[in-house]
């Protein structure tokens, strides 16, 4: 006789708002949680499904309403969105309008010239494969997930123009694109109907590239920003602080994203330097480090990562000191010169 329910039903946690602050996205209607989760790592076929449920679950119980996808993201390349949608199909179903859920196309997804790149072709193929990979309805975000030099910028703006009125996606963005490219991204889209909502870039204490040019476009704009790598592939945590630990991301040679030529003496000393800082503050490197992007006006959202439920807590705690004084913030720019 069975005495327990074997699959129990997934309840949210009721102070989970409580738990999280949500800012506007550029000049939009639509707020996002601060720390978002993105399932770039983590979530593919060769992981654990439990604890892929167990991290989905925490960040949800925190407060965080976006989980943040694309198309071959994995390994294999897909898998996440299938990993995310049996989550979703068995435990957030009954919260979708509670969920910003996004995915993105534009690298290499499938062999042949229509599996790469930002063409209309592409991109609509792409966004049906995700939508039939996670089981929803629709995306609340679709992004073109790079520029593509070899297709016109109005072909790729008029396919997610198209996503959004064929009832594919609700809002529409774009991922590190330039300066330039993104006013005008933003301008075709505004002549289409289809506001741009947000830009993903890469930010974080070692990489600033956005600051020269991006932020200032973003606010004439009114479009959102959500920072991606924000730790700098785990650099920017108490991981490195005495060099390469052994079986690290940095230790593995498959690696293409982070190597040991990434961790160098001379930045291991600029992370020592500012975990002191963040010591001082009463916070991790981690957290520190994400309260940081945060502090830029332009940043809506910050995309976090995780391989265990605990990141995810530890990460959120971030949010109960978002403020630097100016001699902190100096400290700062010292220690980065």
């Known amino acids: ?70 198309n071959n993201y994995g390994p294999n390349f897909g898998s996440a969105e299938t990993t995310f949608g049996s989550i979703f199909k068995q435990h957030l179903s009954p919260y979708r309008d509670e969920l910003i859920i996004s995915s993105k196309a534009g690298y290499d997804m499938w062999p042949g010239p229509y599996g790469i790149g930002g063409s209309r072709k592409y991109l609509v ?21 790079c520029m593509d030099p070899e297709t016109p910028l109005e072909e790729t703006m008029q396919a997610l123009d198209y996503i959004v009125r064929s009832g594919r996606a609700l809002y529409v963005g774009i991922s590190s694109y330039t300066p330039e490219k993104t006013k005008e991204a933003a301008e075709i889209l505004r002549s289409l109907g289809t506001p741009l909502l947000i830009h993903q870039p890469r930010y974080n204490l070692f990489d600033r590239w956005i600051e020269d040019g991006l932020t200032d476009v973003l606010k004439e704009e ?9 730790l700098a592939q785990g650099v920017l945590t108490n991981k490195y602080l005495n060099g390469i630990p052994a079986g690290s991301r940095a230790a593995r040679a498959e690696q293409i994203y982070l190597g040991s030529k990434d961790i160098t003496p001379e930045k291991i000393a600029k992370v020592q330097a500012l975990n002191a800082i963040a010591e001082a503050r009463g916070q991790s490197l981690a957290q520190m480090a994400l309260a940081w992007v945060l502090n830029n006006e332009v940043v809506t959202s910050t995309i976090i990562g ?22 902190e913030l100096e400290k700062i720019e010292a220690i980065l010169r």
């Open 1 to 70: 006789m069975i005495t327990h329910e074997p699959n129990p039903r997934y309840v949210a946690h009721p102070e989970r708002y409580q738990r999280m602050k949500y800012q506007r996205c550029g000049k939009s209607g639509l707020k996002l949680p601060r720390l978002s989760l993105g399932l770039w790592q983590n979530f593919g076929a060769v992981d654990s499904l439990s604890n892929a449920t167990a991290m989905i679950q925490c960040a949800f119980d925190s407060g965080i309403t976006h989980f943040d996808l694309a």
């Open 125 to 145: 193929a792409s966004c049906d494969q995700s939508l039939q990979r996670t089981g929803l309805e629709y995306f609340d975000i679709f992004y073109s997930h």
């Open 222 to 230: 009114g479009v959102g920003a959500i920072a991606f790598s924000s």
């Open 306 to 327: 995780a391989s265990r439920v605990e990141q995810i807590e530890d990460s959120v705690k971030a949010l109960d000191n978002l403020t630097f004084s100016a001699a």
